[in-house]
């Protein structure tokens, strides 16, 4: 328990140092982050798409009793997976606005943060006042169970 202390606080403060950084990116460069991970999003489908219809190719030409039904699925799953990456990137172009409005909300909310760091510190502070209530309670009842016979 003793090097184990050393560990926790280790990871509460790299924790809150991440936090830090995290918001910092965020502020700075949330248009770029968000664009890139919707984007990706549509990219990793279409990837997902083309790795499908390669792998179909490769094991499903031949046309048996098991791999017809098998190939089936896989030639129908691809299908789906480009009507699904089409509508993803009209739905995209649709909401641009909103996706422009959501990088301000975030900047904004970034900034908050940044500005009240007590924020930050309201989960360590409730934990460690419920730990010791618990603690507490719990040894309020092993007190007042060794005190008397329970009848």
Not at 30 to 42: D, F, P
């Amino acid at each position: 328990m003793v090097t184990a202390k050393w560990a926790y606080l280790y990871v509460a403060i790299s924790g809150l140092f991440v936090v830090v950084l995290y918001n910092i990116l965020i502020r700075y460069l949330a248009k770029l982050l968000i664009w890139l991970s919707v984007i990706g999003t549509g990219v990793l489908m279409i990837a997902l798409a083309l790795f499908l219809r390669d792998y179909h190719q490769k094991n499903y030409v031949d046309i048996t009793t098991n791999s017809e039904t098998v190939g089936d699925v896989l030639q129908y799953t691809i299908y789906v997976l480009y009507g699904l990456t089409g509508l993803y990137f009209l739905m995209v172009l649709c909401l641009c606005k909103d996706i422009a409005v959501s990088v301000a909300v975030l900047k904004t909310a970034a900034v908050i943060v940044l500005r009240n760091m007590r924020v930050l510190l309201v989960p360590a502070v409730a934990t460690v006042s419920i730990f010791a209530f618990i603690f507490g309670w719990g040894f309020g009842l092993c007190y007042l169970l060794s005190c008397a016979n329970i009848v």
